[in-house]
């Protein structure tokens, strides 16, 4: 199956922030790839919940023990046109994307050198070929694969229950998480942005290294005018995560989007000393 069309929603956003328009203009190039993107034959991976769920009581991603057939040609188009934006934007990593392209055109390296390993994106021999940040690393395996893995992980979505998976990294491909929703009923769900997958996770937590001193937990608040959005930050890892409360902003987009469209709260957390992993392009071209 295709990625869902983000079109609408991200044209939305971009109502609301007009402001960004010009700024935010290369994601919504790579929403457009997206939802054109269809697969050369099927992807999806035909686990049944017995399968799933063993895994995760492990605590093992299913791509970790599963990982999908992506051909290199199957995500090309979609990895150039996103190594075209980091070009376009960051000082100095030509000669990096241009030793990608060609170790990827010899086969050297192939989509499987971008998904996740436990502690990273992205296969450390790919950035040891090519001398790429970790950080362009990471926005080129969101960029180019996210259409693929979610085909290949959307039947498994409904046999996760709220109780099968207790940690921080996505359970369906093993990502550390780009976004935070508070759910009507309180709770608190973690994205994605790799896969498309959503798990819930502990509020009084954190999702990158696991403390729960409250001490450690700190919410930064943007402007008043952005009611329900807040930036956590973790004292104990220095790294931080957006978070929309929908209960107080009913009417937001996916998280993706949502994500994508609010480079402003990152300045903020940035400003206060945090990081994040799969860092926005805006603080690519910034230098990290």
Same mark, same amino acid.
């Given at each position: 199956?295709?990625?869902?069309?983000?079109?609408?929603?991200?044209?939305?956003?971009?109502?609301?922030?007009?402001?960004? *328009?010009?700024? !935010?203009?290369?994601? @919504?190039?790579?929403?457009?790839?997206?939802?054109?993107?269809?697969?050369? *034959?099927?992807?999806?991976?035909?686990?049944?919940?017995?399968?799933?769920?063993?895994?995760?009581?492990?605590?093992?991603?299913?791509?970790?023990?599963?990982?999908?057939?992506?051909?290199?040609?199957?995500? +090309? =188009?979609?990895?150039?046109?996103?190594?075209?934006?980091?070009?376009?934007?960051?000082?100095g990593i030509l000669p990096g994307l241009e030793r990608?392209?060609?170790?990827? =055109?010899? @086969?050297? !390296?192939?989509?499987?050198?971008? #998904?996740?390993?436990?502690? *990273?994106?992205?296969?450390?021999?790919?950035?040891?070929?090519?001398?790429?940040?970790?950080?362009?690393?990471?926005?080129?395996?969101?960029?180019? !694969?996210?259409?693929? #893995? +979610?085909?290949?992980?959307?039947?498994? $979505?409904?046999?996760?229950?709220?109780?099968?998976?207790?940690?921080?990294?996505?359970?369906?491909?093993?990502?550390?998480?780009?976004?935070?929703?508070? !759910?009507?009923?309180?709770?608190?769900?973690?994205?994605?942005? #790799?896969?498309?997958?959503?798990?819930?996770?502990?509020?009084? %937590?954190?999702?990158?290294?696991?403390?729960?001193?409250?001490?450690?937990?700190? $919410?930064?608040?943007?402007?008043?005018?952005?009611?329900?959005?807040?930036?956590?930050?973790?004292?104990?890892?220095?790294?931080?995560?957006?978070?929309? =409360?929908?209960?107080? %902003?009913?009417?937001?987009?996916?998280?993706?989007?949502?994500?994508?469209?609010?480079?402003?709260?990152?300045?903020?957390?940035? %400003?206060?000393?945090?990081? %994040?992993?799969?860092?926005?392009?805006?603080?690519?071209?910034?230098?990290?």
């Open positions: 199956m295709p990625s869902p069309d983000l079109r609408e929603e991200w044209a939305d956003l971009l109502s609301r922030r007009p402001e960004f *328009r010009a700024t !935010l203009a290369p994601y @919504g190039e790579i929403l457009e790839r997206w939802a054109r993107w269809e697969p050369a *034959r099927p992807l999806a991976l035909a686990w049944g919940a017995a399968e799933c769920r063993e895994r995760w009581a492990r605590g093992v991603p299913l791509v970790a023990e599963a990982p999908p057939a992506i051909r290199a040609a199957d995500v +090309e =188009d979609l990895l150039g046109a996103a190594m075209d934006h980091l070009a376009a934007l960051t000082d990608l392209g060609e170790a990827w =055109d010899r @086969g050297r !390296l192939g989509p499987a050198a971008l #998904l996740p390993a436990p502690g *990273r994106i992205g296969s450390a021999d790919l950035q040891a070929a090519t001398g790429l940040s970790t950080d362009a690393v990471e926005f080129l395996a969101c960029a180019s !694969l996210r259409p693929a #893995l +979610e085909a290949y992980l959307t039947p498994c $979505r409904a046999h996760l229950d709220a109780f099968a998976w207790p940690l921080g990294v996505c359970p369906f491909c093993g990502a550390p998480p780009g976004f935070s929703d508070v !759910l009507e009923d309180g709770r608190r769900r973690l994205a994605c942005h #790799l896969c498309g997958g959503g798990w819930l996770f502990s509020r009084t %937590r954190c999702p990158f290294c696991g403390t729960e001193r409250t001490e450690d937990l700190v $919410r930064l608040e943007p402007e008043a005018r952005d009611q329900g959005y807040l930036v956590i930050g973790c004292g104990a890892c220095r790294t931080y995560l957006k978070e929309l =409360d929908r209960r107080v %902003r009913w009417n937001g987009q996916s998280a993706l989007v949502e994500d994508w469209g609010s480079p402003h709260f990152d300045v903020v957390a940035r %400003r206060a000393g945090y990081r %994040r992993p799969l860092p926005l392009l805006t603080q690519l071209a910034a230098g990290g």
